[in-house]
T-cell receptor, first 116, second 114 residues
Framework: DQQVKQNSPSLSVQEGRISILNCDYTNSMFDYFLWYKKYPAEGPTFLISISSIKDKNEDGRFTVFLNKSAKHLSLHIVPSQPGDSAVYFC???????????????FGKGTHLIIQP | GAGVSQSPRYKVAKRGQDVALRCDPISGHVSLFWYQQALGQGPEFLTY????????KSGLPSDRFFAERPEGSVSTLKIQRTQQEDSAVYLC????????????FGQGTRLTVV
């Protein structure tokens, strides 16, 4: 049973427009959420994160929104650039749970393609 | 080194062979994680070390999988009697925190069992 779901395997966006990547989770113990970006043949690279005490975190062109009641988060990239073409993974952690796995639970990823 | 380093980058093993995958974390990082990423999937947690202590190994798929970090730095993931379903990319990540937040990943080792 997938605890972190990214329902769009791929997304195509025109350069300069906004890219919105979505992620849903089922485990209410998750209290820290991250987005990772992955290029082919490379490991995932940390992009941006958000704690469950916040509903928005912004870093340059990247903004993550968290809706705890809906167990939903999204990553907005604006404006989208060709270098943003990659696979984006949503990940979650139960940092404050005090026990159990300290690792991240990942979604399956969304392949973002920025069209020139 | 500047980042997490994994070796080898690629490994082809015959079914039944034992393999050892190495991870050099970022110097000084307390936490070290191993993940398995099958084709078309996200990384799946295998095991977690805090310094030399293996605090969580709940993700290891079978007793053929074994990980160690004897001096709290370099870690080795060993897979005994490899099976075809073990074919995947094995990712190592390290973090300066005691949790999984903002972990830095290596490039991974792509294991193919034939």
């Amino acid at each position: 049973d997938q605890q972190v779901k990214q329902n769009s395997p791929s997304l195509s966006v025109q350069e300069g427009r906004i890219s919105i990547l979505n992620c849903d989770y089922t485990n209410s113990m998750f209290d820290y959420f991250l987005w990772y970006k992955k290029y082919p043949a490379e490991g995932p690279t940390f992009l941006i994160s958000i704690s469950s005490i916040k509903d928005k975190n912004e870093d340059g062109r990247f903004t993550v929104f968290l809706n705890k009641s809906a167990k939903h988060l999204s990553l907005h990239i604006v404006p989208s650039q060709p270098g943003d073409s990659a696979v984006y993974f949503c990940a979650a952690s139960a940092v404050g749970s005090g026990g159990g796995a300290d690792g991240l639970t990942f979604g399956k990823g969304t392949h973002l393609i920025i069209q020139p | 080194g500047a980042g997490v380093s994994q070796s080898p980058r690629y490994k082809v093993a015959k079914r039944g062979q034992d393999v050892a995958l190495r991870c050099d974390p970022i110097s000084g990082h307390v936490s070290l994680f191993w993940y398995q990423q099958a084709l078309g999937q996200g990384p799946e947690f295998l095991t977690y070390f805090q310094n030399e202590a293996q605090l969580d190994k709940s993700g290891l798929p079978s007793d053929r999988f074994f990980a160690e970090r004897p001096e709290g730095s370099v870690s080795t993931l060993k897979i005994q009697r490899t099976q075809q379903e073990d074919s995947a990319v094995y990712l190592c990540a390290s973090s300066s925190y005691s949790g999984g937040t903002e972990a830095f990943f290596g490039q991974g080792t792509r294991l193919t069992v034939v």
